[in-house]
């Protein structure tokens, strides 16, 4: 592996696990297609809703849990961080585990992951596999409290954020995997690293919302260009 780099920050989005069988948000049979954000990622839908979002989330974390695996793509990244002698952090805005299951370890889940639940009054998570329904309370407070999917919705803080500015001010390269570019604070890592001197590049099917940031830009399937790169 010989890469010239010393710090590595990669941001990966709904794309990255898109040809491991998870549906995108915005493609064309993406899962805003049958959703409004605002009714099941959003605090307010949540209230609004429960039973919705529970079962948004629920039908969700079924998927994950059916023979879905990691693909070509997430291999290479745990590969480059086991093999390279440069540090690699994986920052990803999805809720799947499939990073973790390729390998990675140096991960974080900025919006949540699927397969924890948090309790709504302590925010304190613990794993959780299987459906949450309104039956579910916390074991953590003196009075029981529901438990909600552990995921970072519209309006929330996002989570990791110091961890991730640092990151961002040492990368020396940073690589956007399979993100439209829609979402902030994660569309505006780009120009950060790149204010800090990092090389940049984008991989995705097309060009994203803020392609032009990029230093470098490879269109295309994940699980072929991520391992052409690393
Ligand atoms: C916050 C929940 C502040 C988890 C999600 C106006 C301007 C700027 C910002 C805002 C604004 N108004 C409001 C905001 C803030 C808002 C925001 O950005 N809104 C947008 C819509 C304008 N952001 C927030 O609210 C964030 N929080 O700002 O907090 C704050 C400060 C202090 C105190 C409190 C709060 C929170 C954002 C998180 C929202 N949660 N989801 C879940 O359900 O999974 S967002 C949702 O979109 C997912 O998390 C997803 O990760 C994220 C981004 O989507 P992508 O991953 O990019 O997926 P998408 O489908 O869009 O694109 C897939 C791409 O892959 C496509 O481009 C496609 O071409 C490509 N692709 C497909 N197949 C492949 C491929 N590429 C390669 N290979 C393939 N095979």
Redesign the pocket.
């Known amino acids: 592996m010989t890469f010239p780099y010393r710090h590595i920050v990669v941001l990966t989005?709904?794309?990255i696990s898109?040809?491991s069988g998870i549906r995108?948000?915005?493609?064309q049979d993406?899962l805003w297609e049958e959703h409004h954000i605002e009714d099941v990622?959003t605090p307010e839908g949540f209230a609004r809703n429960p039973r919705l979002v529970q079962q948004f989330y629920n039908d969700r974390r079924r998927q994950l849990q059916s023979g879905v695996l990691p693909n070509a793509a997430h291999d290479a990244l745990a590969r480059l961080e086991k093999e390279s002698d440069a540090t690699v952090l994986v920052v990803t805005?999805?809720?799947d585990d499939l990073h973790e299951r390729a390998g990675t370890q140096h991960i974080i889940h900025m919006?949540?992951e699927l397969l924890k639940a948090r309790c709504s009054h302590s925010q304190q998570t613990i794993d959780w596999v299987g459906d949450i329904t309104e039956a579910d309370h916390c074991h953590c407070c003196q009075m029981p409290a529901p438990l909600r999917p552990h995921?970072?919705?519209?309006?929330?803080?996002?989570l990791g954020m110091g961890q991730i500015h640092d990151a961002l001010t040492q990368a020396d390269l940073f690589v956007s995997i399979?993100?439209?570019g829609?979402?902030?604070?994660a569309a505006g890592f780009v120009h950060e690293a790149a204010m800090h001197g990092a090389h940049t590049i984008e991989?995705?099917?097309?060009p994203?919302a803020v392609e032009s940031e990029f230093s470098e830009r490879r269109y295309g399937?994940?699980?072929t260009l991520v391992p052409a790169l690393v």
């Open positions: 989005g709904a794309g898109a040809e995108t948000f915005r493609d993406g990622a805005q999805n809720i919006h949540g995921v970072v919705w519209f309006g929330e803080m996002p399979g993100t439209s829609a979402v902030y604070p991989i995705n099917l097309e994203s399937k994940a699980s």
